[in-house]
Nanobody, 114 residues
Framework: QVQLVESGGGLVLPGGSLRLSCAAS????????MGWYRQAPGKQRELVAA???????NYADSVKGRFTISRDNAKNTVYLQMNSLKPEDTAVYYC????????WGQGTQVTVSS
């Protein structure tokens, strides 16, 4: 059973930056396409970025040019660098596979507010 642990969230001013991390247990992490998702209050969870095992990436239009997803397969860790944050980025952020999800972790809260 793979466990996912997200960290790095917090309160940040508009225009600020945060770097999220997602550590996965297990030693088969590197074969999966991994994604960062977010869920704002009253809204459905949405995929914001994904990365293949080889490092190819894609992003939701709402974050393109501001967020960067990366991974370190040796450390079983996925990262999300978030720059130029906006209040509408406020949400709980989760990582998981792109499809056929593992059990969801607890997520990490990101709040963008002045």
């Amino acid at each position: 059973q793979v466990q996912l642990v997200e960290s790095g969230g917090g309160l940040v001013l508009p225009g600020g930056s945060l770097r999220l991390s997602c550590a996965a247990s297990g030693n088969i992490f590197d074969i999966y396409v991994m994604g960062w998702y977010r869920q704002a209050p009253g809204k459905q969870r949405e995929l914001v970025a994904a990365i293949t095992s080889g490092g190819s990436t894609n992003y939701a239009d709402s974050v393109k040019g501001r967020f960067t997803i990366s991974r370190d397969n040796a450390k079983n860790t996925v990262y999300l660098q978030m720059n130029s944050l906006k209040p509408e980025d406020t949400a709980v952020y989760y990582c998981n596979k792109r499809t056929d999800w593992f059990a969801w972790g607890q997520g990490t809260q990101v709040t963008v507010s002045s």
